[in-house]
């Protein structure tokens, strides 16, 4: 297969998320830039989604933005000054979380859609998202035994119920 060189202007944050990601995955920034346009390019071809969901053009740019402030947040105000410090905040939509522009207030997509479940970060962070009005669902994921069987897997999962 011929190659053909190509360059493109990227921000730094999306260059460095990019990087990182195929530091990652071991493979070169080419190689995940690749793999990423065949992606896309399949998935153009695929019937529309749901209104509901968001489109994949605009969210496979925004989780690789994100990714290294999703997975190094250590608490609520820290993601959010993460997000405030890109111009992105996160809002509570239905039982779940949304990401919007703070500039315009745009709602761009689901916090699960980037691949971060409002469930599995009140986990992480051992509390409810600061002002989400669905406190049943925060006392549900919080103070639940595990659903999953850990120890069958061979993993062990400390649970720490101190508040």
Request: glycine share 6%.
């Amino acid at each position: 297969m011929d190659m053909h060189p190509v360059t493109i202007g990227l921000p730094d944050p999306l260059l460095r998320a990019a990087e990182d990601l195929a530091q990652a995955r071991d493979i070169s920034l080419g190689a995940l830039i690749r793999a990423a346009l065949s992606a896309e390019l399949r998935r153009a071809n695929l019937p529309a989604k749901t209104p509901k969901r968001a489109d994949e053009r605009l969210v496979d740019p925004l989780r690789a933005l994100l990714a290294v402030d999703f997975g190094e947040a250590r608490s609520w105000a820290d993601l959010e000054s993460r997000l405030t410090a890109k111009g992105f905040a996160l809002r509570e939509a239905g039982g779940g979380l949304a990401l919007h522009a703070s500039s315009s207030g745009q709602r761009l997509c689901k916090a699960s859609e980037l691949g971060h479940a409002y469930s599995t970060l009140m986990r992480r962070f051992g509390a409810p998202f600061p002002v989400h009005s669905q406190t049943w669902l925060a006392r549900r994921v919080l103070h639940e035994k595990d659903p999953l069987p850990h120890h069958r897997q061979g993993v062990h999962v400390h649970h720490d119920h101190r508040s």
